[in-house]
């Protein structure tokens, strides 16, 4: 019903803003990584989604339409409330969950808050094809760019670096070189760590 809100910031917390459109003030539900993207700036456009329930309609705000196609995506499997798709969304970004998702590691989805096992065996069974459809993705170079992610994570960890610092370096390593062999990657980490 309502694609997006565009106009001025007139409140900014990091679970929600209130964006002021033609003298109305939206309060918008968001995620970290939303509030994180938008910029301290007065005019600002937020992709919206409006949840609708017998007690109350709940808007969400986006800064990019792939957050909230990922939003969409969680919130169709059962077990996954809008709440808990917000703080997957605030936990990883929605190229990490989709990630995670097509490449079948349960062990990211489960390291959310409030994500059990089976829930995250779920999330990856409903989403997988999907996931893999909407990004056109193959399911072997996903597999592939875990498998190099794991490997490294591993070594790092024998030479002494917490699993978290690792993985923070490493996400941003991917980014720039998603195709980058083990040995390129942990020479990457250690330059950065």
């Given at each position: 019903m309502i694609a997006h809100i565009?106009?001025?910031?007139?409140?900014?917390?990091?679970?929600d803003v209130v964006i002021e459109c033609s003298g109305v003030g939206y309060f918008i539900n968001i995620s970290?990584?939303?509030?994180?993207?938008?910029p301290n700036q007065e005019n600002v456009k937020l992709y919206t989604h409006l949840h609708v329930r017998e007690d109350a309609h709940t808007l969400y705000g986006f800064f990019q339409?792939?957050?909230r196609a990922?939003?969409?995506?969680?919130?169709s499997v059962s077990g996954i409330g809008t709440s808990t798709a917000r703080t997957m969304l605030s936990s990883l970004t929605a190229e990490q969950i989709c990630e995670a998702i097509g490449s079948g590691d349960v062990a990211t989805v489960q390291s959310i808050k409030g994500i059990g096992a089976k829930t995250a065996q779920r999330v990856i069974i409903k989403l997988k094809d999907k996931i893999l459809k909407l990004y056109d993705l193959d399911e072997v170079s996903m597999s592939q760019s875990?498998?190099?992610k794991e490997e490294t994570l591993s070594a790092l960890e024998v030479l002494g670096y917490t699993r978290k610092q690792s993985e923070k370096v490493l996400d941003k390593i991917i980014k720039e070189m998603p195709n980058g062999s083990v040995?390129?990657?942990i020479k990457m980490a250690l330059k950065n760590l």
């Open positions: 565009q106009g001025k910031l007139v409140e900014k917390n990091p679970t970290l990584t939303t509030y994180t993207q938008i339409k792939a957050e990922v939003f969409r995506l969680l919130i875990n498998t190099n040995e390129e990657l």
